[in-house]
């Protein structure tokens, strides 16, 4: 974080960290511009239910707005219904032109 390679949020309930949000910086150049791969959304069991990922999501789009981004990216796993369906109220579309995939390094 002290060499600026990413940007987290925290939500907070009372004096404790409850939840986080975590961004790197990427470029997306089809679209010629900054985008943000939104890495980590985390929100303790305990505060889950009480809006705290749709606060993290809000910042973490108020970043990318004021930076200039073009789009925020994520992944998220099949099985993951109930984060799914909350980056489906937001506004996130799944990309039906392009598969995404990776190589496991270790």
Do not use: C
């Amino acid at each position: 974080m002290r060499r600026g390679e990413s940007v987290v949020f925290l939500a907070e309930l009372g004096r404790s960290s409850v939840g986080f949000v975590q961004l790197y910086p990427g470029f997306s150049s089809l679209s010629l511009g900054r985008a943000w791969v939104l890495n980590d959304l985390y929100v303790a069991p305990e505060a889950r239910r009480h809006g705290a990922a749709r606060l993290l999501m809000a910042a973490a789009r108020r970043h990318g707005i004021r930076t200039g981004a073009v789009r925020i990216e994520l992944a998220t796993a099949k099985t993951n219904r109930a984060a799914r369906a909350l980056y489906d109220a937001l506004g996130y579309e799944a990309d039906d032109d392009f598969d995404y995939l990776s190589l496991r390094l270790r």
